[in-house]
């Protein structure tokens, strides 16, 4: 009965009133998937299933706490979402509020890998440093911002022009998305961590900085000694041999959803 008296009053204001509404949750959510905001999101709804079911139980204490920290919230997811919502902007601005996710299938995330590794065999030959980003779960869409939008096919040839010494694109970082090169050039926030060997520069202290702060691969070639190395969780895997690094992007990017920890034996340091 309920049922067919809302046909009944349902007007067409009101269809366009929801649609308006799912096309805004959308473009949120097509905001948030690319960085690392997603994150923060699971634990606001995290928060609100608490507040819920404290509500319901009638836990007046954790309930109490839950209200008064919302005030504190409300304050706070301004600045704790201001690049988020400052790509939003940007982007309603230019009309550009869909774009179409691109998906990789593991046989070109593997040609990915092997391209990726062959530009930085050559590069550790040639003693050129280099930065390599591979996205995962996290978005990198922040860092992607601070860099040179490329978004080109992979290949070994376009990695090695892009870190050749003395261009604009050197000392920056590449990012991979989906087996493509979204950006090059990109800033990277270094580690804190003072514990670290003082032979590792900035471009190792950028690797590792990011993978603290995201659940990326970062492929470093070191300017000074050549070597390849990779860091994953905020650790650095040296001295490692080439067969043994791919093998482990591979592990990374191939079931990017499994949580690894303490699978590599490989002598990784930090």
């Given at each position: 009965m309920q049922f067919s008296s809302l046909i009944e009053t349902f007007r067409f204001l009101d269809f366009i009133d929801i649609m308006t509404v799912a096309v805004a949750i959308y473009f949120v959510y097509k905001q948030l998937k690319d960085t690392r905001a997603v994150s923060l999101?699971?634990?606001?709804?995290?928060?609100?299933?608490?507040?819920?079911?404290?509500?319901?139980?009638?836990?007046?204490?954790i309930n109490w706490i839950l209200q008064q920290g919302m005030t504190v919230l409300l304050f706070a997811l301004p600045v704790v979402f201001q690049p988020e919502l400052r790509r939003a902007l940007e982007q309603l601005g230019r009309g550009r509020i869909f774009n179409r996710a691109q998906n990789v299938s593991e046989a070109e995330m593997d040609s990915a890998i092997n391209e990726v590794m062959a530009a930085a065999r050559v590069m550790s030959r040639e003693h050129t440093g280099a930065?390599?980003?591979?996205?995962?779960?996290?978005?990198?869409?922040?860092?992607?911002?601070?860099?040179?939008?490329?978004?080109?096919?992979?290949?070994?040839?376009?990695?090695?022009?892009?870190?050749?010494?003395s261009t604009p694109l050197h000392d920056g970082a590449m990012i991979i998305r989906n087996g493509r090169i979204m950006a090059a050039g990109c800033l990277l926030p270094l580690t804190e961590?003072?514990?670290?060997?003082?032979?590792?520069?900035?471009?190792?202290?950028?690797?590792?900085?990011?993978?603290?702060?995201?659940?990326?691969?970062?492929?470093?070639?070191?300017?000074?000694?050549?070597?390849?190395?990779?860091?994953?969780?905020?650790?650095?895997?040296?001295?490692?041999?080439?067969?043994?690094?791919?093998?482990?992007?591979?592990t990374f990017m191939e079931r990017p959803r499994q949580t690894i920890t303490g699978m590599w034996k490989w002598g990784g340091s930090k």
């Open positions: 999101l699971k634990g606001l709804l995290v928060l609100a299933f608490i507040n819920v079911v404290s509500h319901t139980l009638n836990l007046y204490v930065l390599m980003v591979f996205e995962r779960e996290v978005g990198l869409g922040d860092y992607i911002d601070t860099g040179i939008l490329v978004d080109a096919k992979l290949s070994r040839e376009l990695i090695k022009n892009i870190f050749v010494p961590d003072r514990t670290l060997s003082t032979e590792l520069g900035t471009r190792h202290r950028a690797a590792i900085g990011l993978s603290e702060q995201a659940d990326c691969v970062v492929v470093v070639v070191s300017e000074e000694t050549g070597k390849i190395s990779y860091t994953y969780g905020g650790h650095i895997y040296r001295h490692l041999p080439e067969d043994q690094i791919k093998e482990a992007l591979r």
